[in-house]
């Protein structure tokens, strides 16, 4: 496999449940990123790992736990999400490195996402 | 800080119609430019990308040049399908930590 994966493509929850996105890259990148797309809502950059290092973390509740065990790998662990929560979470890989350009020449890759709905 | 901002949508055309979507950016130093698309039920593609002042970045008959004079990044087509309707966002990255930095968004629906 190339490129991004997440799963699932889908996932319908309850407001009770516990469970997990998963997100890998097969790119080589060493900076991995969840982000959620609200309808009628701009992109919302959740959390940030450079180097399996969380970098970021912007205000997100914390019923919303990332994980990021290798450079390869990163997870989202949900648990008593709320209806509005429900959204298309998105993850992205680059190669954070300064020194030799990486996502500032190329950009970031995106998954093709999870669509979420909590009921 | 870093910002982007695009026209509203949802912009309608007819297929064949000329293309552009407005981006203005305001960013310290000498960003990167990208224009993502996102067809329906899909992730962010990278449509096209430029890195430098006056650099023309082109990709499936799109293209946007970066004008530093204007901090402006349009996208353009000359004739556009049924099959471009999609949502496009225009994004930068500065310098310093790579972090990307998001347009609302632009909806783009063309008709037959």
């Not at chain 1, 996105?21 to 959390?47: D, R, T, V």
């Not at chain 2, 992730?43 to 799109?62: E, I, P, R, V």
Request: glycine share 8%; net charge neutral.
């Amino acid at each position: 496999e190339t490129g991004v994966t997440q799963t699932p493509r889908h996932l319908v929850m309850g407001m009770t449940n516990k469970k997990s996105l998963k997100c890998e890259q097969h790119l080589g990148h060493n900076a991995m990123y969840w982000y959620k797309q609200s309808a009628k809502k701009p992109l919302e950059l959740m959390f940030v790992y450079s180097l399996e290092e969380r970098v970021e973390n912007n205000s997100v509740p914390s019923r919303f736990s990332p994980e990021c065990p290798n450079s390869s790998h990163l997870f989202l662990h949900l648990h008593t999400l709320q209806p509005e929560d429900s959204a298309l979470y998105l993850c992205a890989s680059s190669q954070d490195t300064t020194r030799t350009g990486g996502a500032f020449l190329h950009g970031y890759t995106f998954g093709s996402g999870t669509r979420l709905t909590v009921v | 800080g870093n910002s982007v901002t695009q026209m509203e949508g949802p912009v309608t055309l007819s297929e064949e119609a000329f293309l552009t979507i407005n981006c203005t950016y305001t960013a310290t130093g000498y960003p990167s430019l990208f224009w993502y698309v996102q067809y329906p039920g899909e992730g962010l593609q990278l449509l096209l990308k430029a890195t430098k002042a006056d650099d023309k970045g082109s990709n499936k008959g799109f293209e946007a040049t970066y004008r530093k004079e204007t901090t402006s990044f349009h996208l353009e087509k000359g004739s556009v399908q049924v099959s471009d309707s999609a949502v496009y966002f225009c994004a930068l990255m500065g310098t310093g930590f790579q972090k990307l930095v998001f347009g609302t968004g632009t909806r783009l629906l063309v008709s037959p």
